[in-house]
């Protein structure tokens, strides 16, 4: 069975840090491209960070460049998404999701996890 499952988030308070996880199981993670996409109450869902399988191609928006990092795990089948210096407007529920190409992924096609809750508060 195919699955992505996020975890990590939580309540963080402005200029903290959290790192998400992503595990994968059901397909080889190392084979397609991964990403992270937010969406908050009221919004559009919005990618934040994504990477590609072939060359390492990264996307960030201008949002979250310089405090978001996308990476794969050493061990098979994880994405990992650290951010830091986190700010209020960054609270929204956090998805991992993989498909053949960012293209793709941004369209919402592949898999998606459940999400993880992101709260940047003090």
Do not use: H
């Not at 590609?52 to 990476?71: A, E, L, N, Q």
């Not at 929204?92 to 293209?103: E, F, G, L, P, Q």
């Amino acid at each position: 069975q195919v699955q992505l499952v996020e975890s990590g988030g939580g309540l963080v308070q402005p200029g903290g840090s959290l790192r998400l996880s992503c595990a994968a199981s059901g397909f080889t993670l190392d084979s397609y491209a991964v990403g992270w996409f937010r969406q908050a109450p009221g919004k559009e869902r919005e990618g934040v960070a994504c990477l590609s399988s072939i060359d390492g191609v990264t996307y960030y928006p201008d949002s979250v460049k310089g405090r978001f990092t996308i990476s794969r795990g050493n061990a098979k089948n994880t994405v990992y998404l650290q951010m830091n210096d986190l700010k209020p407007e960054d609270t929204a529920v956090y998805y991992c999701s993989a498909d053949r190409t960012i293209a793709t992924m941004m369209m919402g096609r592949g898999y998606w996890g459940q999400g993880t809750q992101v709260t940047v508060s003090s």
